[in-house]
């Protein structure tokens, strides 16, 4: 059973870009919730998504924008990059019924120069 | 607001010495406490949860109490391995929330 997976490890982008990244959820899992890890700091929430629509939301600005298909699978995409976006981003899959337990994929590495 | 605080780290121990992460937080209502490792180039994973005062999570040696009266939920282990040096997340749920709030993260080495 494949667990969260994510795409690509490493990504290296210029100031200005756009980015987007890509999640697989854990096989039975039907919610996603993004997080960004800065160096040396624990994750802080960017949103989530079930039933193809954001639920919640952490504060992030507009840029960070994401999406659900139908798949349950899930895209974070972010405009406008600034250098304080370099971070790893993480993705976790839960079951709605015990969204609590939530499982990290090994997340994306995103360098902005 | 919702927030945790960790013991700063890193920490070094030797094998088999016994381990302490302090853990505080702050929320409203009554929170789920969990503690999440994450171990060199792998994602976070869960590694013992409590969602009620005066609950014991414990997992793979590990064991954590949920303490209302201190605001606390301290990690503890008895006899440390050299497989147990990794990053240690503290981290809660709101009641009603459908996220995690983490602390900073305890680096924890262990040398034979």
């Known amino acids: 059973d494949a667990g969260v997976t994510q795409s690509p490890t490493h990504l290296i982008k210029t100031r200005g870009q756009q980015v987007t990244l890509r999640c697989s959820p854990k096989?039975?899992?039907?919610?996603v919730s993004w997080y960004q890890q800065a160096l040396g700091q624990g994750p802080q929430f960017i949103f989530q998504y079930y039933e193809e629509e954001e639920r919640q939301r952490g504060n992030f600005p507009d840029r960070f924008s994401g999406h659900q298909f139908p798949n349950y699978s899930s895209e974070l995409n972010v405009n406008a990059l600034l250098l304080g976006d370099s971070a790893l981003y993480l993705c976790?899959?839960?079951?709605?019924?015990?969204?609590?337990?939530?499982?990290f994929g090994p997340g994306t590495r995103l360098t902005v120069t | 607001g919702d927030s945790v605080t960790q013991m700063e780290g890193p920490v070094t121990l030797s094998e088999e010495a016994f381990l302490t992460i302090n853990c505080t937080y702050t929320a409203t209502g009554y929170p789920s406490l969990f503690w999440y490792v994450q171990y060199p180039g792998e994602g976070l994973q869960l590694l013992l949860k409590a969602t009620k005062a005066d609950d014991k999570g414990s997992n793979k040696g590990f064991e954590a109490t949920y303490r209302k009266e201190t605001t606390s939920f301290h990690l503890e282990k008895g006899s440390v391995q050299v497989s147990d040096s990794a990053v240690y997340f503290c981290?809660?749920?709101?009641?009603?929330?459908?996220?995690?709030?983490f602390g900073t993260g305890t680096r924890l080495t262990v040398i034979p």
């Open positions: 981290a809660l749920t709101s009641t009603g929330a459908n996220n995690l709030f």
């Open positions: 976790a899959s839960s079951q709605r019924t015990g969204w609590y337990e939530q499982y």
């Open positions: 096989s039975g899992h039907d919610t």
